[in-house]
């Protein structure tokens, strides 16, 4: 129950219910905005957003992966969307209302949709706003690219099959457009992240998936770019090792590599041993060799993310490249020079040496043709920066466990400035007072008590 007094004396009983009655709406109106909104478009409803599950240092543009579905958030529905059909009327605010870059990675209004939004600034506790439900496009709030930070992104989520005549484009998300090209391999429906990429191993005249940056300037300048300090991330999900199979690289051959990772044979041996390239030089991981071998090779058809970075001189000037499994540090290894980036093209699941490596096209050694890995990759990513540990446990996290790095809240309605006022009634009116039955979160203007 709240009492609004005012001095109303000096007015007649018609203007002092009038005055009331625009108190009163001041009074509910106020009490109605509980979320932010957008600052420049109207949104139907919204639902808040927490990082619960980050514990580590200030991460700055990091991308967070939001899962949506019939009623997650709570009381969200795929009905109230104006674009149900491919989810264009949903934005991301901050605490202000200002739009925050995201990307549609995967739309499905009848199962669950993924969607990248990147906060510009990230700690435990950090809160934004989804919004949905408007004429217009949430691009219209931010139309900002999430990926700022990276060189290229590549989800893997193309459904179309390949062939050698009609090869299949792999997008990339950057605006940076380093579009891969493949040749072989189908989709995976159910991915790590979405779909995924599987890379076939039996198709002896094709590579994996290339990204062309010979042929253009534009692109080669900006592989170019990654420099001799930089990362590449995926998930993978191995079905039984190759010989030699290229994971991830920009390659001319085992004498001109600029950097890469490849399984090697271990003569013959399972597990194989996973070897690291900079530059011209190869160096399996750990003194034996077989530490991330083991651990990649020796458990077939299970996801794994990996994260490698290179660095030009971070032990004692000597270039390491370390090496991160499921968010984890797993181990350093010494290199004997820094990464040169060579002309050379980017191969995801295969070289590039070539589309057949080890023999001139035609030849009779069709185990070496492409070198592919052999298994299914998803969510693959290259950086032109160094990733603190914790970017790269926080990078796991939101991707694999992202119902308990993001908590939601419940959907709330907006309240429009036209919306009739329910749940007021005002009584009692005399010249000087009225009773304002209501909510009172704040005091509309004018106002001088509320009980």
């Known amino acids: 129950m709240a009492m609004i007094s005012n001095n109303l ?14 108190l009163a709406s001041l009074v509910t109106f106020t009490a109605q905005a509980a979320l932010p909104a957008p600052v420049s ?17 200030t991460l700055s543009g990091f991308p967070v992966l939001v899962r949506i579905a019939e009623g997650s958030p709570s009381g969200f529905s795929y009905d109230d969307l104006r674009s149900k059909s491919d989810g264009a009327d949903i934005a991301f605010v901050d605490m202000l209302g ?28 950090t809160q934004f706003v989804m919004c949905w439900g408007s004429d217009k496009s949430g691009k219209t709030i931010c139309n900002a690219n999430p990926w700022s930070a990276y060189t290229g992104v590549w989800h893997m989520g193309e459904t179309e099959t390949p062939s050698s005549s009609d090869p299949v484009a792999i997008h990339d998300s950057t605006e940076n457009g380093l579009d891969g090209s493949a040749e072989i391999g189908e989709a995976v429906s159910e991915g790590r ?55 991830i690289g920009r390659r001319t051959g085992d004498n001109g590599t600029s950097w890469g990772l490849q399984f090697n044979e271990n003569n013959g041996n399972i597990p194989k041993v996973m070897r690291v390239f900079a530059g011209s030089t190869t160096k399996n991981l750990t003194s034996d060799g077989l530490a991330l071998g083991a651990a990649l090779a020796a458990t077939d058809d299970v996801w794994k993310k990996v994260d490698i970075i290179w660095k030009s001189a971070a032990n004692n000037n000597i270039p390491v490249a370390d090496i991160y499994l499921n968010g984890v540090f797993s181990e350093s290894v010494s290199l004997s020079e820094a990464v040169v980036q060579r002309d050379a093209n980017i191969g995801i699941g295969c070289s590039t040496q070539n589309p057949y490596y080890g023999n001139e096209a035609g030849g009779d050694d069709k185990n070496k043709k492409g070198r592919r890995y052999n298994g ?23 991707q694999s466990s992202p119902g308990s790095f993001l908590t939601a809240g419940v959907a709330e309605t907006y309240m429009k400035s036209d919306d009739p006022i329910a749940g007021v009634s ?26």
């Open 193 to 247: 992240i979405g779909g995924a990429r599987r890379i076939a191993k039996d198709k002896a005249h094709a590579p994996g998936i290339v990204v062309d940056v010979k042929t253009d300037a534009a692109k080669k300048a900006v592989a170019d770019s990654l420099g001799t300090d930089f990362h590449a991330s995926f998930w993978m999900r191995t079905k039984g090792v190759v010989d030699y199979a290229n994971v």
């Open 41 to 57: 478009a109207s949104f139907d409803k919204g639902a808040l957003f927490t990082v619960a599950g980050y514990t580590g240092s």
């Open 376 to 398: 299914e990759m998803d969510e693959v990513r290259l950086g032109a920066f160094v990733p603190s540990a914790d970017w790269i446990a926080a990078d796991y996290a939101t």
């Open 9 to 22: 004396s000096k007015l007649g009983k018609a203007a002092s219910i009038l005055a009331l009655a625009f």
């Open 426 to 451: 005002v009584s009692g009116v005399s010249y000087t007072n009225a009773t304002v039955t209501a909510t009172v979160v704040s005091l509309g203007t004018g106002a001088t008590s509320a009980d």
């Open 98 to 125: 200002n739009g925050l870059p995201y990307e549609i990675d995967t739309w499905d209004p009848n199962g669950t949709s993924l969607i990248w939004v990147q906060l510009p600034s990230m700690v435990q506790g």
